[in-house]
């Protein structure tokens, strides 16, 4: 044995597996299930149905990386918060074990010594990939790229089944692996998606997540999703560069209170170019407002929350239609999908973003004329709800061994943090007083230009911009904070300070909470005004003060301000400004 080869020895486990595990392992007559990972992407699946081995002490978790994928980054972290022992891959190809799941294909699966079963990371297979190595076997590969999970290339080895069981969510799935591999149909077993039914179990707490990412009840939230690779969404390498051109009008053109947005990014995309690259690109969106929501947790809930996607020809794009969300189509890649797969159907069908249309005026008919396409429910799993269930019989039958008692169950999608929609962003807004206490307002994120037809226009800016030079332009400056943050003093207290500092301006705005927020005027008088603790941010009560005032009215006790479609009813009350010291 070569000094390297030693050295990676020195690196396998010895507890709860290895030659001397009998001697240290405390509970060492288990059945081993070996959990191969190839990416964070994949991972995920695995994830979806590692609690069907909760509660059961004859089992021991353990998980590997086959080091294939081009996507590493990432599975290390993964891996050591999942908490099971990390086999490193060497070993696991000599390592005896009682099941073995994988969520993608790649690397020596054909070598593992143990019942293999590989399940879809995605809506079942609908993309084409080349191998690994395909144009060193096949220099004319280009001419047939194969159908991931589908095709001979990536499910036999040597003419032999790669896995002792694929399982599919479709029968539509079954009969294109018919055409493609018929070697394979006798490993093929129907068993449904967890990650669809996690989706389907959690829409009835809708509002929950809604409220989570901070949409208010007058917001719609749409949701930015895009897939890896140049043609996605968010690559470069299509027709043309998609993202700068729906980008802006996302984050910059769309009225802030009558839209949240949200970015539903594929991991690979975070974890092949870097985290801190991904934020970094899109920095000023954030600023504006745009929500980046989780790869790994949050991205479900976001699609169960959201009113309309925007997206391309990836697997989160598909599961949104499946839930009858309408989706508008801003990226496709013909070539890169089976044509007689269900997704390739779906671009086909699916409504198209025209760069040359406000996006605001696309959202709202996709919206308003929205009905539902009848492929993706029906086709995205044939046992909606069953997933668990038929998951848990299968594995528990491989491992010799009789199912735990109680149902099968699936890990609800958790609620996520609170997420509050405050941008940093200079906002411009136009108000238009519509009668005696009522005021329409829109505002607008660091739009590049000013918006057509609203007038008047004033500048409202946050004091923590990242520009601090706007605040001497600002007509009204805002602040997020608690009434009791001792770094601010009270909110009449920093009112007062603002005011003094920057002479420019007419009004200083504390939210001090959800639908309250105090203003102060250049005139001398604070305010208390108080909405729902569900409408829109306090800050554009604010703004409909300034209008007001500045057209010569005054509120009373009420103020109603008007956002889009919606109304809000403000109470007002208002005393001479303390002097602060």
Same mark, same amino acid.
């Given at each position: 044995?070569?000094?390297?080869?030693?050295?990676?020895?020195?690196?396998?486990?010895?507890?709860?597996?290895?030659?001397?595990?009998?001697?240290?392992?405390?509970?060492?007559?288990?059945?081993?299930?070996?959990?191969?990972?190839?990416?964070?992407?994949?991972?995920?699946?695995?994830?979806? /149905?590692?609690?069907?081995?909760?509660?059961?002490?004859? /089992?021991?978790?353990? %998980?590997?990386?086959?080091?294939?994928?081009?996507?590493?980054?990432? /599975?290390?972290?993964?891996? %050591?918060?999942?908490?099971?022992?990390?086999?490193?891959?060497?070993?696991?190809?000599? &390592?005896?074990?009682?099941?073995?799941?994988?969520?993608?294909?790649?690397?020596? &699966?054909?070598?593992?010594?143990?019942?293999?079963?590989?399940?879809?990371?995605?809506?079942?297979?609908?993309?084409?990939?080349?191998?690994p190595?395909?144009?060193?076997?096949t220099?004319?590969?280009?001419?047939?790229?194969?159908?991931?999970?589908?095709?001979?290339?990536?499910?036999?080895?040597?003419?032999?089944?790669?896995?002792?069981?694929?399982?599919?969510?479709?029968?539509e799935?079954?009969?294109?692996?018919?055409?493609?591999?018929?070697?394979?149909?006798?490993? !093929?077993?129907?068993?449904?998606?967890?990650?669809y039914?996690?989706?389907?179990?959690?829409?009835?707490?809708?509002?929950?997540?809604?409220?989570?990412l901070?949409? =208010?009840?007058?917001?719609? &939230?749409v949701?930015?999703?895009?897939?890896?690779?140049?043609?996605?969404?968010?690559?470069?390498?299509?027709?043309?560069?998609?993202?700068?051109?729906?980008?802006?009008?996302?984050?910059?053109?769309?009225?802030?209170?009558?839209? $949240?947005? %949200?970015?539903?990014?594929?991991?690979?995309?975070?974890?092949?170019?870097?985290?801190?690259?991904?934020?970094?690109?899109?920095?000023?969106?954030?600023?504006?407002?745009?929500?980046?929501?989780?790869?790994?947790?949050?991205?479900?809930?976001?699609?169960?929350?959201?009113? !309309?996607?925007?997206?391309?020809?990836?697997?989160?794009?598909?599961?949104?239609?499946?839930?009858?969300?309408?989706?508008?189509?801003?990226?496709?890649?013909?070539?890169?999908l089976?044509?007689?797969?269900?997704?390739?159907?779906?671009?086909?069908?699916?409504?198209?973003?025209?760069?040359?249309?406000?996006?605001?005026?696309?959202?709202?008919?996709?919206?308003?004329?929205?009905r539902?396409?009848p492929?993706?429910?029906?086709?995205?799993?044939?046992?909606?709800? $069953?997933?668990?269930?038929?998951?848990?019989?299968?594995?528990?039958?491989?491992?010799?061994?009789?199912?735990?008692?109680?149902?099968?169950?699936?890990?609800?999608?958790?609620?996520?943090?609170?997420?509050?929609?405050?941008?940093?962003?200079?906002?411009?807004?136009?108000?238009?007083?519509?009668?005696?206490?009522?005021?329409?307002?829109? $505002?607008?994120a660091?739009?590049?230009?000013?918006?057509?037809?609203?007038?008047p226009?004033?500048?409202?800016?946050?004091?923590?911009?990242?520009?601090?030079?706007? &605040?001497?332009?600002?007509?009204?400056i805002?602040?997020?904070?608690?009434?009791?943050?001792?770094?601010?003093?009270?909110?009449?207290s920093?009112? !007062?300070?603002?005011?003094?500092?920057?002479?420019?301006?007419?009004?200083?705005a504390?939210?001090?909470?959800?639908?309250?927020?105090? !203003?102060?005027?250049?005139?001398?008088?604070?305010?208390?005004?108080?909405?729902?603790?569900?409408?829109?941010?306090?800050?554009?009560?604010?703004?409909?003060? =300034?209008?007001l005032l500045?057209?010569?009215?005054?509120?009373?006790?009420?103020?109603t301000?008007?956002?889009?479609?919606?109304?809000?009813?403000?109470?007002?009350?208002?005393?001479? %400004?303390?002097?602060?010291?």
């Amino acid at each position: 044995m070569g000094p390297e080869r030693r050295k990676r020895r020195a690196d396998w486990l010895r507890v709860p597996v290895g030659p001397e595990a009998p001697r240290w392992a405390t509970r060492g007559r288990c059945k081993r299930i070996l959990l191969v990972v190839h990416n964070v992407t994949s991972a995920t699946r695995l994830l979806d /149905v590692l609690p069907l081995f909760h509660d059961d002490l004859r /089992v021991q978790l353990l %998980a590997t990386c086959t080091g294939s994928s081009p996507f590493r980054s990432g /599975v290390a972290e993964l891996l %050591a918060n999942v908490g099971v022992p990390v086999v490193p891959w060497e070993q696991a190809l000599s &390592l005896p074990v009682d099941l073995a799941i994988s969520a993608s294909f790649g690397g020596q &699966l054909h070598t593992l010594k143990g019942e293999l079963t590989i399940l879809s990371h995605g809506v079942g297979y609908n993309k084409k990939l080349a191998t690994p190595n395909a144009e060193r076997r096949t220099p004319n590969a280009e001419r047939r790229t194969p159908v991931f999970g589908l095709s001979p290339d990536w499910l036999l080895h040597r003419g032999i089944a790669v896995a002792d069981t694929l399982v599919l969510s479709h029968p539509e799935q079954l009969e294109r692996l018919r055409a493609s591999c018929p070697e394979v149909l006798p490993t !093929a077993l129907l068993a449904g998606d967890p990650c669809y039914d996690r989706l389907l179990a959690a829409r009835q707490y809708r509002t929950r997540f809604r409220r989570a990412l901070g949409v =208010h009840r007058a917001q719609r &939230l749409v949701v930015l999703n895009s897939t890896w690779n140049p043609e996605s969404l968010f690559g470069d390498g299509g027709e043309g560069d998609v993202l700068p051109a729906l980008l802006g009008p996302a984050a910059y053109e769309l009225p802030v209170d009558e839209y $949240r947005v %949200a970015a539903v990014l594929h991991p690979n995309i975070w974890h092949g170019h870097g985290p801190g690259q991904v934020r970094a690109w899109l920095d000023r969106a954030v600023r504006a407002g745009l929500l980046l929501v989780d790869p790994m947790e949050g991205w479900r809930q976001a699609l169960v929350a959201a009113d !309309a996607v925007v997206g391309d020809f990836g697997s989160v794009s598909y599961y949104a239609a499946a839930l009858g969300t309408p989706v508008l189509l801003a990226a496709d890649a013909p070539g890169r999908l089976d044509p007689t797969s269900p997704v390739a159907a779906f671009t086909r069908e699916a409504p198209r973003w025209s760069p040359g249309v406000p996006l605001v005026d696309q959202l709202d008919r996709l919206i308003t004329v929205h009905r539902p396409l009848p492929g993706p429910a029906r086709l995205v799993s044939s046992q909606p709800g $069953r997933s668990a269930e038929l998951l848990r019989r299968h594995f528990y039958k491989r491992l010799g061994l009789p199912e735990p008692p109680g149902p099968a169950l699936l890990e609800p999608l958790p609620l996520p943090p609170y997420e509050a929609a405050v941008g940093t962003a200079p906002l411009r807004v136009a108000t238009r007083v519509c009668g005696p206490g009522e005021v329409a307002v829109e $505002r607008y994120a660091d739009p590049p230009s000013e918006p057509r037809g609203r007038d008047p226009l004033h500048t409202a800016v946050p004091e923590d911009t990242r520009d601090p030079g706007r &605040l001497d332009v600002a007509d009204v400056i805002l602040r997020h904070g608690t009434a009791d943050d001792p770094r601010f003093g009270s909110p009449g207290s920093w009112t !007062a300070e603002v005011l003094a500092r920057h002479p420019g301006c007419s009004v200083a705005a504390y939210v001090t909470g959800r639908g309250c927020c105090t !203003a102060r005027t250049r005139a001398g008088r604070e305010f208390l005004l108080a909405g729902h603790p569900e409408g829109p941010d306090p800050a554009v009560y604010a703004s409909a003060l =300034h209008a007001l005032l500045a057209s010569g009215g005054a509120p009373g006790r009420h103020l109603t301000v008007r956002t889009g479609r919606s109304a809000h009813r403000v109470s007002v009350s208002s005393r001479p %400004a303390a002097r602060e010291r």
